[in-house]
C-alpha cells in the first residue's frame, strides 16, 4: 500500500536544526510532487516546501524561504526537509504529501487539499 512516513521530528531550542525525512512506498516515486505541509494546534494546514523529484524543482514558503532546504534521494524514494535556525512559530505537526506531477500546483500553492498522499506527521517543538 501507499505509505508516507516521516521522522526527525524532536523538541530543539530556537536557533536550532533539524532534518526531516520521509520514505515513499506504493508509488512511482519519480512521477509525483513531494511536499512538507505543517499544522500547529487550532490552525489549517500549512504549505512548506515541495520538490519534484522528476525535475528537481523546488518551492519555499516565504515563511521558511532561506532556513528550510528540501532535498531528494530518489534511489531511496525518499524526500528530507533541513530546517535550520528554527523559530517557536515553526511549532507544528509535520507531514509528507504526495500529488502528481501533473498537479504539482497544488503542493505549490499549499493546497492541502489537493494532495493525493498523506504521512502520519511528526512533531516538531522549538521552544524560546
Known amino acids: 500500500e501507499v505509505q508516507l512516513v516521516e521522522s526527525g521530528g524532536g523538541l530543539v531550542q530556537a536557533g536550532e536544526s533539524l532534518r526531516l525525512s520521509c520514505a515513499a512506498s506504493?508509488?512511482?516515486?519519480?512521477?509525483?510532487?513531494i511536499g512538507w505541509f505543517r499544522q500547529a494546534p487550532g490552525k489549517e494546514p500549512e504549505g512548506v516546501s515541495c520538490i519534484g523529484s522528476s525535475d528537481g524543482s523546488t518551492h519555499y514558503a516565504d515563511s521558511v524561504k532561506g532556513r528550510f532546504t528540501i532535498s531528494s534521494d530518489n534511489a531511496k524514494n525518499a524526500v528530507y526537509l533541513q530546517m535550520n535556525s528554527l523559530k517557536p512559530e515553526d511549532t507544528a505537526v509535520y507531514y509528507c504529501a504526495a500529488v502528481l506531477n501533473s498537479s504539482w500546483y497544488f503542493c505549490r500553492d499549499g493546497r492541502y487539499d489537493g494532495m493525493d498522499y498523506w504521512g502520519k506527521g511528526t512533531q516538531v517543538t522549538v521552544s524560546s
Open positions: 506504493g508509488f512511482t516515486f519519480d512521477d509525483y510532487v
